[in-house]
């Protein structure tokens, strides 16, 4: 049984995925441990609760420092015994401690196809914004998992999606994640429930279906 916990901070449409698909078995052997939002106010938290899911608030701001804020979500994963977290919309910073202590077993949703439109101030409408002002014709999201830097870790999953002339951020970035980041983040909890993903050199393999025993 893979168990995970979800982080947010907003609307949780992609959390919404990802409970869609454990419920419906299309992710098998996974468990929806806990939901954790820096926001008390987050309707991610209410989906959670709607679902029976454990839903915590574990915010900065209740904490002295970065160090503190980090250990207490450490603590938190742990406590739950959290073997996968995944980042669906997670708008803070993330404290070091963290990072390290699920190297390989932390994976992020972006709205665009990395290596384009990431990195520092690249996150919710301002990505579809970027991509519209430089007028390309193809964008996407990636799945990823999470390392030191900003969207820079090995990449698991991506998928194309196409701009439209008379798109607007809001109507680019609704199709990314009706055609994209609903798909490819549930597929990739699965891909990993089923022991199917493994990283070599910065490099994401995935293992044929049925070539791994679970
Ligand atoms: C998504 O666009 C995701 O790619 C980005 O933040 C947004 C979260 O949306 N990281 P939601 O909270 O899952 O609805």
């Given amino acids: 049984?893979?168990?995970?916990?979800?982080?947010?901070?907003?609307?949780?449409?992609?959390?919404?995925?990802?409970?869609?698909?454990?419920?419906?078995?299309?992710?098998?052997h996974t468990q929806?441990?806990?939901?954790?939002?820096?926001?008390?106010?987050?309707?991610?938290?209410e989906r959670a609760e709607k679902h029976g899911i454990l839903g915590l608030c574990i915010s900065p701001k209740d904490f002295a420092g970065r160090d503190a804020f980090g250990r207490a979500l450490v603590q938190a994963l742990q406590e739950k015994q959290a073997d996968l977290v995944v980042l669906a919309g997670y708008l803070v910073i993330l404290p070091e401690i963290l990072v390290q202590a699920y190297q390989n077993r932390m994976i992020n949703?972006?709205?665009?196809?990395?290596?384009?439109?990431?990195?520092?101030?690249?996150?919710?409408?301002?990505?579809?914004?970027?991509?519209?002002?430089?007028?390309?014709?193809?964008?996407?999201?990636?799945?990823?998992?999470?390392?030191?830097?900003?969207?820079?870790?090995?990449?698991i999953l991506q998928k194309a999606v196409e701009v439209h002339p008379d798109d607007t951020p809001k109507t680019l970035q609704q199709r990314v994640m009706e055609q994209a980041e609903w798909k490819i983040l549930p597929q990739a909890v699965r891909l990993i429930a089923q022991g199917r993903v493994?990283?070599?050199?910065?490099?994401?393999?995935?293992?044929?279906?049925g070539a791994v025993n679970v």
């Fill in 1 to 28: 049984m893979l168990r995970v916990a979800v982080m947010v901070s907003g609307g949780g449409t992609n959390l919404q995925a990802l409970i869609d698909a454990v419920e419906a078995g299309t992710i098998e």
């Fill in 32 to 45: 929806i441990v806990a939901v954790i939002s820096n926001k008390k106010d987050a309707y991610a938290l």
């Fill in 109 to 155: 949703i972006h709205p665009s196809l990395i290596p384009s439109f990431c990195g520092a101030g690249y996150y919710g409408l301002k990505v579809h914004e970027a991509v519209l002002a430089r007028g390309v014709k193809v964008t996407g999201a990636t799945v990823h998992f999470v390392d030191e830097g900003t969207d820079t870790g090995p990449i």
């Fill in 198 to 209: 493994s990283v070599a050199g910065g490099i994401v393999k995935i293992a044929a279906e």
